[in-house]
């Protein structure tokens, strides 16, 4: 049995590395770190462009409609240079849409999110919590709040 990466999966790896190597120099990483929301837009939109927003989210919705392997692939290089952002936290949020959510849903989120124009993650709620408020200081995005 074979566990080696396709050459595909190979490139995506080889390309991941280069780019980040590049593009997220230690010094760089640090200032990202140290804003206060550790995104970098310009960085995001080049992960975007690549089509790492959209890596596991169906063709359908404008992702590569990839699997784990490939996610898991650029996730070790983007830890490897220490990538500051949501991107894990936004491919998961997008697989429980993708699993989870409405055909609306589905449409309405996941578009954005492989584009690179959203991004997203997922908060858990206990029946039992009250007193839950969201507030926004930047401009105003589309919030979904589900109680499972």
Request: hydrophobic share 40%.
């Amino acid at each position: 049995m074979d566990f080696d990466l396709s050459k595909p999966q190979k490139l995506l790896k080889d390309s991941a590395r280069e780019l980040l190597s590049r593009q997220c120099k230690p010094r760089r990483v640090r200032a990202i770190m140290e804003t206060e929301t550790a995104v970098d837009a310009d960085l995001w939109q080049e992960m975007a462009d690549q089509g790492w927003t959209g890596l596991t989210i169906p063709e359908e919705y404008g992702g590569l409609g990839l699997g784990l392997v490939e996610m898991a692939v650029v996730s070790e290089e983007m830890g490897r240079a220490c990538v500051p952002g949501p991107f894990l936290s936004t491919l998961f949020s997008a697989t429980l849409i993708e699993r989870a959510g409405s055909t609306s849903q589905k449409e309405v989120y996941l578009g954005p999110i492989a584009a690179g124009e959203k991004r997203a993650t997922v908060a858990q709620l206990e029946e039992t919590a009250s007193g839950i408020s969201t507030r926004s200081d930047s401009e105003p995005s589309e919030i979904m709040v589900t109680s499972i």
